[in-house]
């Protein structure tokens, strides 16, 4: 107990010296300040307008990134808000109807030799053709409601017949709904098959061309390149 209040009184007595030596060299700074007055205001008016300056600069910056950061999620706002209008066209189409609009953006996209199935039987092969590079594609179509997911044995049937039973250089899931469930697009990624969901679909309606989006789920792209037959 002693030493402990030795170190107290060691630590009080301390602090009152700092204190006492921070006041005298303040009043010391204080008297040498006002004696070279001439030489010091300067450089107090240059610090302060540099401070000045930096801080508008900090804040002009900072008005431009949250300008930039609301600009950027009101494009994608406008992008989403037109994806959705252009699919409420797709939604209109019948199943039928949507395996042939499929095939059509292929061949807008230089597809060539594209075949629609359109029967029962087809083995997951909605929709084949060959892409510019000669690369075979087969493309399983699902038309549902938009708030349905596609599920695991969906896109084990398609794994299952995509490349034995067709020879699928490139295999495409594409649906109208906006989800793969956890388990369907595990098995993608792992079974190099593309998933193109609502959004992705919607952003081929718009344009995006096929090429950009086959590498967004797994590799996606196809290990062999076929000659052009």
Known sequence: M???RRRRRLKKRT???LQSWGAVAAVAAAVWVAGHWAA???VLVAVLAAAVVGWAGWALLRAHRLAVGQDRAWRA???ARARELSMAEVDALSWQEFET???ELCRRDGCTKVVVSG???DLGADVVGYL???RKIVVQVKKYAPHRSVSSPDMQKFVGTARLEHGADVALFVTTCRSFTKAALDLALRQDIVALHRDLLGAWVKGAH???LIPLNGSGGGTRRRPSV
Do not use: I
């Open 119 to 121: 029967k029962s039987g």
């Open 77 to 79: 706002q406008e992008e």
């Open 101 to 103: 609009y499929v095939a």
């Open 210 to 212: 096929l090429e950009t």
């Open 132 to 134: 510019a590079d000669g």
């Open 2 to 4: 002693t030493a402990r």
């Open 15 to 17: 602090r009152r010296q």
């Open 40 to 42: 010091v205001w300067p």
